[in-house]
């Protein structure tokens, strides 16, 4: 007799009876016959590989099993769903090698071009990069508020031109 088959039924005898019940009350209660397929094999195999200790009620047993492993997918696929919707609220996009080795050449370049930058000239690009106040950059740096949006000029025309250079383009 084969593994699982202490029941009275051999493992392929109980396969056959319980099968076609158990695939449509998953399919019933996840609305994809090929999931539903997918689970019952699932609840099949657990059968055959840790089968219960009490065999009076094999088909109420992997009734309960199929019923748990669909309830466990749903569970996940919620929360595939919740992660994927996540993602996409985040704006998140796959982004490919090329691109990604191209953004980060370009990080580079700026990192070297600000690098090059007087120390007043990096500071002010950089806080004005990262949203703070003519105010606040004036009070960094040690000038005048009025001063601020000249220096800014300045540093941004020198950037453009030492990038430029950086990247081989005439400025």
């Known amino acids: 007799m084969e593994k699982g088959a202490k029941s009275g039924l051999t493992y392929q005898e109980t396969y056959n009876r319980y099968y076609p019940a158990i695939c449509r009350q998953l399919t019933y209660m996840l609305g994809s016959r090929a999931v539903a397929e997918e689970i019952t094999q699932e609840a099949f195999l657990k059968l055959y590989c840790t089968p219960p200790r009490q065999y009076q009620n094999i ?14 997918y ?52 950089l806080m004005k990069h990262s949203g703070f106040s003519y105010d606040e950059i004036a009070e960094a ?11 800014i000029a300045r540093a941004q025309a020198k950037f453009k031109r030492v990038y430029l250079e950086q990247k081989g383009c005439d400025a």
């Open 59 to 72: 088909g109420g047993w992997l009734s309960k099993v199929a019923v748990n492993l669909a309830y466990n």
């Open 74 to 125: 749903l569970r996940s696929e919620k929360s595939r769903l919740r992660r994927e919707e996540k993602t996409k609220s985040q704006g998140l996009k796959v982004v490919s090698c090329e691109e990604a080795a191209l953004q980060n050449e370009e990080n580079n370049l700026v990192r070297i071009t600000l690098q090059t930058l007087p120390k007043r000239d990096r500071l002010c690009l």
């Open 141 to 151: 740096i040690g000038v005048k508020k009025t001063s601020v949006g000249t220096i």
